[in-house]
């Protein structure tokens, strides 16, 4: 995002509407940090430019990745979904991607609210990779050497997004494994991520919440369940 | 996309909290023919989801999104968001894609799911909630809970989160369009008399573009947080 300086007046009420506080005010000049801002649109969209000061310039590679990844209203390319571009586990009643026996991870790097660097969804992702199978209709795995967790162009990693999901998959037995992996990153990351575990239920109970709950990672008492309407049902 | 995930708050304020979202996966055609042309179903979706007194309702159409939120009066309409009533949305000929609703009650909710097991409209519906009062919904009606997906929290360096109830209130917006300034902004107003705790919860509300924030429960937070609660 870019303001015209010809029309803005310096009245600085777009600066509340940031999630990730990147316009700035110096001597009464209001400016976007360009290197901080995630590419959301988020203030252009609240209307509170009056001077219509604020504008969205043409994106190229691999800064468009900003907005693939921060604008909800943006679909991903590599999956054709908006919003943070994955199905995860909503559609698995008919997708089946999560198996009994499976469990899945989605760790959203940057969230809530935060931001990410593509440098720290890759500390995660090599730290991840060869003890999980990478979801492959994910924009994160598009992204990344999937046997190393490298990304596949360096360019990539300095750019920042508002959040970005590293979806992965393992079997229940060494679920505990990847999180304990997890705990380990979690300390040299330079941000926070928020992180979901997808389990199939077995006669109202997922499996894996007790093997959790034992090893010490409590789930909170909230979250999502695919109610099984979908068809024909995997 | 697990934007309906991860919403804080005590069990109290999340039991008058509950998504219902349904979803198409693009990868998977063998659904999109299921019961017959998937317009008609997305529209019979809608007209349930609009029954029950939702607190949210969304749909996409050709080129823009239309949101029904509680509160919501024309004059709050700025920049693209804008307004629309539940008639609009459950009576719109043009539906493209898939729909969700917000609900404050678990009887909503169970009337909801109730009503599209019937209709067997053959689209998944995912239920964001407290996990014991969304699986005793599923035992009352008599469907299975087919997949969850559990929350560990926030990991990495939590000390850059805001503090509470900005929290809660960003955290209902899961692509975080609600800046934690903004949610500062509105609780200022409110203190000042400036803003109603509802009228603050739409402003914040409108920045949540897939239009799955709680109105109601946000108003409540919002009162709590002015009052010092």
């Known amino acids: ?234 | 996309m697990t934007h309906t995930h991860h919403r804080r708050g005590t069990r109290e304020s999340l039991q008058k909290d509950y998504v219902v979202l349904a979803m198409i996966d693009p990868a998977v055609k063998a659904q999109h023919v299921y019961g017959g042309p998937l317009e008609a179903r997305v529209k019979r979706l809608l007209k349930i989801l609009g029954k029950h007194d939702p607190v949210a309702l969304a749909a996409r159409t050709p080129g823009r999104r239309l949101r029904y939120l509680k509160g919501w009066k024309p004059r709050m309409d700025s920049g693209i968001h804008r307004g629309a009533t539940v008639r609009d949305i459950v009576t719109c000929e043009d539906i493209e894609g898939i729909g969700h609703a917000v609900y404050t009650s678990k009887e909503a909710v169970e009337a909801v799911l109730r009503k599209v097991k019937e209709a067997d409209l053959g689209i998944s519906i995912v239920v964001s909630g407290v996990f014991d009062e969304v699986f005793d919904i599923c035992k009352k009606v008599g469907i299975e809970p087919h997949t969850v997906n559990m929350s560990l929290g926030t990991w990495g360096k939590t000390q850059l989160l805001p503090k509470s109830p900005i929290l809660e209130l960003c955290t209902m917006c899961g692509h975080a369009m609600i800046s934690s300034r903004l949610v500062e902004a509105v609780l200022d107003r409110v203190k000042k008399g400036a803003l109603t705790p509802e009228e603050a919860a739409v402003e914040l509300g409108k920045q949540c573009t897939c239009n799955i924030f709680n109105t109601i429960r946000a108003a409540e937070i919002i009162r709590g947080g002015v009052s010092g609660n």
């Open chain 1, 1 to 234: 995002m870019k303001i015209d300086e010809e029309k803005c007046v310096g009245c600085g009420s777009c600066i509340v509407y940031c999630p990730i506080s990147a316009i700035k005010t110096s001597d009464k000049q209001v400016y976007i940090d360009q290197d901080r801002c995630v590419e959301c649109a988020v203030c252009l969209k609240s209307g509170a430019c009056k001077q219509g000061a604020l504008y969205q310039p043409e994106l190229e590679w691999p800064r468009i990745l900003r907005s693939q990844f921060s604008d909800p209203l943006v679909p991903h390319p590599s999956t054709n979904i908006m919003g943070r571009g994955t199905a995860e586990m909503k559609t698995n009643d008919v997708t089946g991607r999560f198996r009994e026996g499976e469990v899945g991870f989605a760790i959203e790097m940057g969230r809530p609210g935060i931001s990410t660097s593509f440098a720290d969804v890759e500390k995660v992702a090599l730290a991840l990779a060869g003890k999980v199978e990478f979801e492959s209709l994910n924009p994160v795995t598009v992204l990344l050497d999937t046997r190393t967790g490298r990304l596949k162009d360096s360019a990539v990693r300095k750019e920042r997004v508002l959040s970005a999901i590293i979806e992965c998959k393992t079997t229940e037995d060494k679920g505990i494994e990847v999180l304990n992996l997890l705990k380990k990153v979690a300390e040299e990351v330079d941000t926070v991520f928020s992180l979901c575990v997808i389990n199939r239920c077995r006669n109202y109970e997922a499996p894996f919440k007790k093997k959790m709950e034992d090893a010490g990672f409590v789930p909170r008492i909230n979250g999502k369940t695919n109610v099984g309407l979908g068809r024909p049902l995997a």
